[in-house]
T-cell receptor, first 115, second 115 residues
């Protein structure tokens, strides 16, 4: 079946603008993760959703970042008042969430450039 | 806190030569260990994973990895590399934390293949 999809593939925005990044996980996967890949920080965890439970937001770098997951499926990561240091590739992953050994399947990412 | 170290930032090998990419982790118990590959412009793809049992794990694309508890290592190997193996390789660990099985990544090793 289809893998994890993300949109847009690329986003260029001006400093101070808000952006929304979208993730469609694999159908039936209850766990969804957002990660950020940047030159300075490498790959880092941002936020985790599992079913209808409250998300784990412990990786969000500031209160400008937020995410939601509607209906246990599609997720949107929102960055408000973007800054140049937000430029990175944002990766989404999903898994069946049956234990830590389960594979996380990654989308192709959204490359964000803040000018 | 748990961490993953990939000591080699960049490795260059000739096509057909053998390959070993190093990964060390710090954690008191046996972690869940993963190797992912990221080709240019692509998302992350799982190569293999270890969580118990046989310490030599076979993965896709002819890769294998060996878990060595005494050395806290999980090195990735391939007997004969192909030009298509040129990519960035990430070692990662999962320490289950109240259901958030987020991946903690190493900084990655970029593999270049020369003819």
């Amino acid at each position: 079946g289809a893998g994890v999809s993300q949109s847009p593939s690329n986003k260029v925005t001006e400093k101070g603008k808000d952006v929304e990044l979208r993730c469609d996980p694999i159908s039936g996967h209850t766990a969804l993760y957002w990660y950020r890949q940047s030159l300075g920080q490498g790959l880092e965890f941002l936020i985790y959703f599992q079913g209808n439970s409250a998300p784990d937001k412990s990786g969000l770098p500031s209160d400008r970042f937020s995410a939601e997951r509607t209906g246990g499926s599609v997720s949107t990561l929102t960055i408000q008042r973007t800054q140049q240091e937000d430029s990175a590739v944002y990766l989404c992953a999903s898994s069946t969430q049956r234990g830590p050994q389960e594979t996380q399947y990654f989308g192709p990412g959204t490359r964000l450039l803040v000018l | 806190a748990q961490s993953v170290t990939q000591p080699d930032i960049h490795i260059t090998v000739s096509e057909g030569a053998s390959l070993e990419l190093r990964c060390n982790y710090s954690y008191g118990a046996t972690p869940y260990l993963f190797w992912y590959v990221q080709s240019p412009g692509q998302g992350l793809q799982l190569l293999l994973k270890y969580f118990s049992g046989d310490t030599l794990v076979q993965g896709i694309k002819g890769f294998e990895a060996e878990f060595k508890r005494s050395q806290s290592s999980f090195n990735l190997r391939k007997p004969s590399v192909h030009w298509s193996d040129a990519a960035e390789y990430f070692c990662a660990v999962v320490i289950s934390n109240f259901g958030n099985e987020k991946l903690t990544f190493g900084t990655g090793t970029r593999l270049t293949i020369i003819p």
